[in-house]
């Protein structure tokens, strides 16, 4: 049980990244990792949205939507979930620590447009799995679109210093960056 679980996160995080292999969230992907600093705060945050997320989104569904034939509302109860658990997180945050607060507090609402999570919560009711297999899914999801946007935030710090020519500056060379990240998480799929 615990080697798939392991395996879940794995494939999640490296496998399965939701950004560069479902090119899920590349909205905060591009907007956030200009700084490294703010791409660690929107990780951390988006980290704690996506696991509840996927434990909420797969209770709701199984539990309320299924049993009361409401399949075909999914969508809308798993938006509306998703901004109460960014609510929620805002609120928790807010009390446990006013000082990472004031460091998110920007980046917290931004989560609950993030296609990243939406897509996480429809992929968790289709897998038809357990309460904690679908924790692991939105923590090894969590774990790779945390690694991918602080590396993307740290390689571009590093390119503004760089001497590109002036054709690929800005978006240009992000995009590069983002497609070259993209085909160097396809070699982990030689692992399995």
């Known amino acids: 049980m615990l080697t798939q679980l392991a395996l879940v996160i794995f494939s ?10 479902k090119f899920l969230g590349l909205c905060p992907v591009m907007g956030v990792s200009k700084k490294l600093n703010s791409a ?13 997320t996927a434990g909420l989104s797969y209770l709701l569904f199984k539990y309320v939507l299924v049993p009361f034939k409401l399949e075909y509302l999914q969508i809308i ?3 509306v979930s998703i901004a109460a ?9 807010r009390k446990a620590s006013p000082l990472l607060h004031e460091r998110l507090g920007l980046y917290l609402p931004l989560i609950a447009s993030n296609c990243a999570i939406l897509g996480l919560a429809l992929l ?14 939105g923590l090894g999801t969590a774990i790779g679109f945390g690694l991918v946007l602080i590396l993307f935030a740290a390689i571009r710090e590093r390119l503004n210093t760089a001497d590109i020519p ?4 800005g978006s240009a060379i992000a995009m590069i960056t983002v497609g070259i990240m993209a085909l160097g998480f396809m070699g982990f799929q030689g692992m399995m």
């Open 40 to 52: 660690l705060g929107m990780s951390l945050a988006t980290a704690f949205v996506l696991t509840l």
């Open 124 to 137: 968790v009711t289709q897998s038809q799995t357990s309460f904690v297999h679908s924790l692991f899914y």
């Open 85 to 93: 658990t960014v609510q929620f997180s805002e609120i928790f945050i």
């Open 166 to 169: 002036k054709p690929f500056q």
């Open 77 to 79: 109860v798993f938006i």
């Open 12 to 21: 999640t995080a490296l496998l399965n990244n939701f950004v560069l292999a």
